[in-house]
């Protein structure tokens, strides 16, 4: 049980278990938080309806677990068509994005989650598909090259990705429009573990899932596996109700802290604290010394250390603040307790 890197992974597309599937909202109505995002999006949906024409290509951006797919999914079933789901390193060559371009029907959507990471030729096909419904096929070579235009059915491509600074200009500009999903606040991720104790027909405490949403690091899919391991936990170890008591000790065992960060959050600080005074220390020099990906780091651990005011991206490198010492019981140095540092805005425990 002692597995906490598991559940910060991403989902793999195509590749999610039967419960994420099980516990995903199906309509606008049901997600919740991110207001903003779902007014506008309801706004395009309705319009596109209207006009009977397909919702403008749509990018959805920010760290793993907090409802990307998800949308996807309900803007399709908003608009009653089909998703068709790939991901970038998944699209091989320019023949497989074609493929899948003429395999779909009037204003259905395709949905490239990692949208960052298609390749150059691919990308570059893409761009007249969302632009003018064209697939341009290239024939022969050289002087005697041809190309071949093939038409397509108006449609809709939803990309999604962690890392919007690597999206290519080009391709950036061919969404009609962008939206950020930000972390949630823990009266909505108690909403949503609340909805999802109900579908799973586990009996839990308010106070039991009020721990949950406060220690699942902003994220749904932290939450929602977070109620599983409590679920499993208070089965095994207690009356099968999840308690608040069956909660703190899973959380315990699993190595959740107050602030809802796990090992290898906790890792990441405890090595700039310890080893670099505090920083600047460079992602790649972090990666090696923790045998993690630097792009893993990136997109998985470090936006909501950052988030807490934990940790800072700077020019030179990455840094900690006073917080992330108190927080490790670490003794700070020097030149952090000189300013004013950022003392008071540091959660209490809770
Ligand atoms: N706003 C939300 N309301 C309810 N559940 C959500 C919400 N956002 C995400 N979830 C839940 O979290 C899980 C992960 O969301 P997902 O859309 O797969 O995230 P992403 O694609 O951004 O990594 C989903 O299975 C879903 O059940
Ligand atoms: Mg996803």
Known sequence: MNDPESLLEPEVAGDEPEIDRQLRPQRLLDFVGQE?????????????????????HLLLCGPPGLGKTTLANIVATEMGVSLRVTSGPAVEHQGALASMLTGLAERDILFIDEVHRLQRAVEESLYPAMEEFAFDFVSGKGAGAQTLRLALQSFTVIGATTREGMLSAPLRDRFGATFRLDFYRADQLLAIVSRSARLLAVSAEVSALELIAAR?????????????RVRDYALVRGSGTVTRTATEEALALLEVDHLGLQESDRRLLQLICSHYQGGPVGLGTLGAALAEEPHTIEEVVEPYLIQLGLL???????????????????????????????????????
């Open 36 to 56: 903003q995002v779902k007014d506008q999006l309801a706004i395009l949906i309705q319009a596109a309806r209207l006009r009977s024409e397909p919702v403008e």
């Open 216 to 228: 699942s690091r902003g994220t749904p899919r932290i939450a929602n596996r977070l109620l599983r």
């Open 312 to 350: 800072q991206r700077t020019p030179r490198g990455r840094t900690v603040t006073l917080g992330a010492y108190r927080h490790l019981g670490l003794e700070p140095p020097g030149h952090l307790l000189s300013g004013s540092g950022d003392a008071g805005l540091f959660p209490k425990d809770s």
